[in-house]
């Protein structure tokens, strides 16, 4: 039988009730939404300021993953970059779409990605990619700031250590 035939076969073998059904889709996934009391310009250049602070490998010494971010493009509705994780070398595409509200006053952010087929479990590390964008750039102490996710919609994202990823 063949080796792809042979996998998909043992993963509709599994038991749902197990933990690795239990958060989710059988595909590592991040989607994530943010709601901010700050116009789309500051979040703009804020996120697209800290993709390039964070595009050497300076902010991984210590083992995280602040660092190897890329800016693929930008605009003030769409911002599109790549994550490089530091010792294993995957790259996730990142991208962020801007939507403003309330009369131009506040921000509306989504995002969401899917990892490739066969990765179903990331320990949080896609969460982490976009989460500690919005941390380092400030985003998450802006007025306002709101969070709409859960483990379904973002692999394990509720156990992820985002100091370490």
Not at 47 to 60: D, E, H, N, P, Y
Not at 91 to 97: K, S
Request: aromatic share 14%; charged share 15%; glycine share 6%.
């Amino acid at each position: 039988m063949h080796p792809v035939r042979w996998f998909l076969i043992v993963l509709l073998a599994i038991d749902c009730t197990s933990d690795l059904c239990s958060a989710g889709p059988l595909h590592a996934q991040c989607k994530v939404e943010w709601y901010l009391g700050i116009p789309c310009k500051v979040v703009y250049e804020s996120l697209v300021s800290q993709i390039k602070k964070w595009a050497t490998m300076a902010g991984c010494t210590m083992g995280g993953q602040r660092c190897l971010y890329k800016l693929q493009s930008a605009s003030i509705h769409f911002i599109s970059a790549k994550h490089t994780s530091p010792f294993k070398k995957y790259v996730d595409n990142i991208n962020f779409r801007l939507t403003s509200y309330h009369f131009f006053t506040y921000c509306h952010i989504s995002v969401g990605f899917r990892s490739t087929w066969y990765a179903i479990r990331d320990h949080g590390t896609n969460y982490c990619n976009l989460y500690n964008l919005m941390e380092g750039s400030g985003l998450t102490e802006a007025g306002g700031y709101k969070e709409v996710t859960s483990d379904f919609l973002c692999t394990q994202r509720s156990s992820a250590n985002c100091t370490v990823y």
